[in-house]
C-alpha cells in the first residue's frame, strides 16, 4: 500500500537542507519511500496537503509528564526552592494519576506538532508500581513514539541531598526495575515505538555510585543515558562545595560524557566545557522556555552547535514550562540564542532543525527528525492559509517567527493521528476532564 500526500511545501530537513515549494511525499510501510516535487510517483491513494507546510515531526528530548498534575506553583522560586516545594506533592503519584498526566502531556505534545516523547520520570514513591507502564500505555493508545526513561533518586536530604528521604531508592532496586523495564518495553531498530533511557536524575539527588552503576547497566543492555545537568548557578555552587569540581567534572569523572548520553539544560557551561561535549559526542536538550520561567539562564547554543555538539530541544516538566507546546521551544530558541547573540544567531530553519533532526541525534535515532527515504513517515503539516501566515514571503520563516500553532495534521508512521488540528484516536475534552478528577488530589 502506497500513499501520496501531494500539495505540500515539504522541509525535509535532510543534509542538503532541501525544500519542495510544491512537493509531494511517498509513505510505504510507515516509512517515507521517495520525496520531491514535478511529476507525482504512482500510488494507491492520494490526498492533497493544501499548500500545508510539511515538517517532519518534531521530536521532544526533556520532559516530565506527571508534571501536569502539578502546575503554577512556587511562581516565583529558584529551581532548588521549586523542587523543594514541590517534592511532597509528587510523592502521592500513582500509576492513575500518571495515566492521565502521561494522556494530557502526550496530547498537547502531538497538539504542537511532536511525534516522539522523551520523558523523564525519577519519583518512584515506596510501595507504587506501574507508573511507566501507565505512560507507555497513554502513548500507545495516543499513537506517539514515546522513549520513557527509569528516572532515579537515592542521595536524600540526610544525606546532603536535596530530595526528602521518603523519595529516595535503594540502588539495586532502582538498577533492578530498570532491568526488568527494558526486558518488557524496550524496541530496538528503525521504527521503534517505545523505548527506554536510564536516567538517574541529578547530581544533586543522585550518589556518584548510582551514576556509575547505572552507566554500567545502561551500556550492557545497549540503552542510553540521561541526566540534568548545571542548570543553575546553585547547582554549580553545590558541586563546587559537594566534590570540588564543576558539574560537567563530576559527571565526566563518573564516565558520563560520551555519545550514548545526552543531559538537560546545560546552561552554565564555560568554552572548555563545551569542547569536551563535542569530543566526547555527549548531547544536550535545550529547553528555553523553562530555563527563562525559572530565572535559571540561557544556554550557549550557539557555541554549542558551532562546536559540533549534538542540540534538541525539551518542553521541560509541565510545572516549570506549565505548556507543553514543542513548536514554541522552536520559536522560543531562536529568540533567545538571538537575545544572546543578536539577529544573525540562529535563522528560523536551524531552530526546526534543532527540533527535528537535531533532537532525534540526541535520542540515537537516525530513523526519524527528516522526511527522506529509509527514516520513518513522521510528518507535522501546518496550515499556511490561516491569519498567522497571511503575507508571509516566507512561509517556512513565517511560520516560526508566528509560532506557536496548532498543527492541522500529525502523522507518525505514516498514520494520521491528528487531523483538522484535533486527535483522531482520543478526544481531548475528556483527557483534560480525567486529569482535572487527578490533579485535585495533588492540590497544594
Ligand atoms: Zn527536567
Known sequence: ?????????????????????????????????????GPEPEADERESLGGAVVTPGLVNTHHHLYQTLTRARAQQATLFEWLVELYPTWARIDAEAEYAAARTGLA????????????HHYVFPRGTGGLIEAEVQAARELGCRLVASRGSMDLGVSDGGLPPDELVEEVDAVLADTERLAADLHESGPGARIQIAVA??????????????AADLARRL?????THLAETVEEEAYCRELYGCTPVEYLDGLGWLAGDVWCAHCVHLSDAEIGRFAATGTGV?????????????????????????????????????????LFNEVKQALLVARGRGG????????????GTRGGAAVLGRD???AIEPGRC??????????????????????????????????????EAVVRGGALVRADEREIARAHRVQAVRFAP
Do not use: Q
Open 200 to 213: 538517574p536524575c541529578s547530581p544533586f539527588s543522585v550518589t556518584g555510585r548510582l551514576m556509575t552503576e
Open 1 to 37: 500500500m502506497k500513499s501520496l500526500l501531494a500539495d505540500g511545501y515539504v522541509v525535509t530537513m535532510d543534509d542538503e537542507g532541501r525544500e519542495h515549494p510544491d512537493g509531494w511525499i511517498l509513505v510505504a510501510d510507515g516509512m517515507v519511500a521517495a520525496v520531491g516535487d
Open 343 to 354: 539577529p544573525t544567531a540562529m535563522t528560523p530553519r536551524e531552530a526546526i532543525h534543532l
Open 222 to 226: 545497549g540503552l542510553n543515558l540521561h
Open 285 to 325: 536538550a535545550h529547553c528555553p522556555t523553562s530555563n527563562l520561567r525559572l530565572g535559571a539562564g540561557v544556554a550557549p547554543v550557539r557555541a554549542m552547535r558551532d562546536a559540533g555538539v549534538r542540540v534538541g530541544l525539551g518542553v521541560d516538566g509541565s510545572a516549570s514550562n506549565e505548556r507543553s507546546h
Open 367 to 369: 530513523d526519524l527528525g
Open 108 to 119: 498537547e505534545l502531538m497538539l504542537s506538532g511532536c511525534t516522539t516523547v522523551f520523558d
Open 377 to 414: 513517515a513522521d510528518l507535522a503539516v501546518w496550515a499556511a492559509d490561516g491569519l498567522e501566515l497571511a503575507g508571509a514571503a516566507d512561509p517556512v520563516a513565517g511560520l516560526v517567527f508566528a509560532g506557536p500553532h496548532r498543527v492541522e495534521r500529525l502523522y507518525v508512521g505514516g
